[in-house]
């Protein structure tokens, strides 16, 4: 790198809503562990690369946390709704961020010492907030230009947090104490959120402008601006093998670009505003569209399926660890499991729309059992098992939440519109 404060690349791993998970330099730290998967072997694994991580299991990966039960006295009272549970949901911590968070966490767990686990998340009271995973304890916070939405996104180096603004900023903050390094101006608001290239450490990210950009924050410049012909409000997806990088619009495009270019690669008119971020999956991209459409793109352009809900998705498209099936939510008020070739394998029925962006992990104690936590704009966060759709447990925040959620280990971490930013405790229940 040209660039980097502490002149090595700090080995971390970091997660992001949809199941996301960058894993940067583990070698140096899984070459001790006695279970390490050899899916992990790699110096690097990326979430655009989901092939490599599907195999990931956090307590695997870091070994599970020794001291989860010193919290106890911090927990609220709590219990579970319905009889069939078989989890139980409890306040961990919760951190007051003095406006709606509607951004999604990002959650990095330094190789060196896990235990330094931070939450980084924006507020619409222009905060940017670092929390530390485990005791919900601020570790800094810094006033940026105006609202903020869009979700942090971490550099190659660990080093630094990148985030927009609705003041058209993209904000790069120094990670360890949330100094800013660099900002890079746009003509309208930022609520994209950045995706970071593992391979070169460029940043990709939309603006309101109808623009999209690739940054290089450690020359501290612009690398391309491409004209998308719609405001790119979500957020893009990156590609390796094809190396394509997906951006849509709220003019209904869909834009495969070349992203060492930034030249299109194909695009198509889907005919309806995309709220809904691209994920790739497999050998496809998967969207969400405000028509009620989950729609199925190869690589090259070519629409392989669509499956239809009732109402508009704005919620992103999450596979699951196994990338055989594909986990969204509809403003029909339903969570969705699809199979890749477009069938339904079930459905389950929340309270209200469900905006956000459902978290495929495997439970902390089993690690064979997959679940998947999502939440409803209600407040309610919901915790099913994967395989079936079964509901495994909720638990109803007293505010609108459309904040994605994000899980490690036994912790769940979500924004809320009552200003608070919430980390849950998924515990296992006594029932037999």
């Known amino acids: 790198m040209p660039l980097n404060l502490d002149n090595e690349i700090n080995a971390f791993i970091a997660l992001s809503r949809g199941s996301h998970i960058l894993s940067l330099n583990p070698s140096k730290f899984l070459t001790k ?31 599970k946390s020794k001291d989860s039960t010193c919290v106890e006295k911090v927990y609220e009272d709590g219990t579970p709704v319905i009889e069939a549970e078989t989890m139980e949901l409890r306040v961990r911590w919760r951190s007051d961020t003095g406006k709606c968070v509607d951004a999604s966490p990002l959650v990095v767990i330094p190789a060196v010492d896990k235990s330094s686990a931070t939450v980084y998340i924006g507020s619409h009271s222009h905060r940017m907030m670092a929390v530390d995973l485990y005791s919900g304890k601020v570790k800094w916070e810094q006033i940026l230009g105006d609202r903020i939405e869009s979700s942090a996104c971490v550099s190659k180096c660990g080093n630094f947090i990148i985030v927009g603004c609705y003041n058209g900023s993209v904000y790069v903050l120094k990670s360890n104490n949330g100094e800013k390094y660099w900002m890079f101006t746009t003509e309208d608001a930022v609520k994209s959120s950045a995706t970071m290239d593992p391979t070169t450490g460029v940043l990709y ?57 930034g030249n299109r690669v194909w695009k198509h008119s889907c005919g309806k505003p995309l709220f809904s971020s691209p ?64 069938h339904l394998q079930w459905k389950f029925e929340t309270t209200s729309k469900v905006y956000s962006t459902p978290f495929a992990f495997h439970h902390h104690k089993h690690s064979s059992e997959m679940l998947l ?45 009552n200003n608070y930013v919430y980390c849950l405790d998924l515990l296992g229940s006594n029932k037999k």
């Open 279 to 342: 994920r790739c999956c497999l050998q496809y991209v998967c969207i969400g569209c405000v028509d009620g459409n989950l729609l199925c793109f190869t690589h090259f352009g070519e629409q392989v399926w669509q499956f239809s809900t009732s109402e508009p998705i704005f919620s992103s498209p999450c596979p699951s660890t196994s990338e055989q099936e594909i986990f969204f939510g509809s403003h029909d008020c339903f969570i969705y499991c699809c199979s890749m070739k477009g």
């Open 373 to 417: 936590a999502a939440a409803s704009t209600d407040g309610k966060v919901w915790i099913l098992e994967s395989k079936s759709g079964q509901l495994q447990s909720v638990y109803e925040l007293p505010g609108e939440v459309f904040s994605s959620p994000v899980v490690w280990e036994s912790m769940l971490i979500v924004g809320c519109r």
């Open 33 to 63: 562990l006695e279970h390490c998967p050899s899916t992990c072997s790699s110096d690097l694994i990326s979430q655009t690369n989901t092939q490599k991580v599907k195999s990931l299991d956090p307590s695997v990966l870091i070994g």
């Open 205 to 261: 990210l939309g603006s309101h402008d109808q623009h999209a950009y690739a940054l290089d924050i450690y020359e501290k410049k612009c690398v391309w601006k491409l004209k998308c012909g719609g405001t790119v409000f979500s957020s893009p997806c990156l590609n390796l093998i094809p190396h394509h990088l997906y951006f849509a619009t709220l003019g209904g495009l869909l834009l495969a670009v070349n992203p060492a270019t």
